[in-house]
C-alpha cells in the first residue's frame, strides 16, 4: 500500500488549522472558506477519507505513527468480523520515556 508523504502531510494539516481559524474569525470572507475547504478536500483524497473529520484523524494518527482504530468500530466489524485494529503500546519505541512512579501507566519524559 503506498503511504503519503509525512511532511506533506504534516504541512496540509497545518494548513488546514490556519485556514480554520482565518474561518472561524471571519465566517463570511467566501475566499478565506474556498481556500480553507480546498485544503480539506486535499487532506481528504491523500488520507482516502470522505470527510475533512475522518481526514483530519487520520491525518494526525498516521504523524503519531499509531495505526488508526477505525472512527466507527461497528463499520469495521460488519466489513470484517472478527478483525478489530488496536493502537499499539507506544513505550517500547520511544526512546527516552519511562514508566511513571505512580503507576497510573502512562509513559513521562526521562
Do not use: K, N
Request: glycine letters at 4%; proline letters at 8%.
Amino acid at each position: 500500500m503506498l503511504l503519503p508523504d509525512r511532511h506533506l502531510v504534516a504541512d496540509l494539516l497545518a494548513r488546514y488549522r490556519a485556514w480554520e481559524r482565518l474561518v472561524l474569525a471571519e465566517p463570511l470572507d467566501e475566499t478565506t472558506r474556498r481556500r480553507f475547504e480546498d485544503v480539506a478536500y486535499t487532506l481528504c483524497v491523500l488520507m482516502g477519507q470522505r470527510t475533512a473529520r475522518e481526514a483530519i484523524w487520520q491525518a494526525e494518527a498516521y504523524l503519531r505513527r499509531i495505526r488508526p482504530v477505525p472512527l466507527f468500530p461497528e463499520r469495521a466489524e460488519s466489513a470484517a468480523p472478527g478483525l478489530r485494529e488496536e493502537a499499539p503500546d507506544l513505550r517500547e519505541d520511544a526512546p527516552g520515556l519511562r514508566e511513571e512512579v505512580s503507576g497510573s501507566g502512562r509513559a513521562v519524559p526521562d
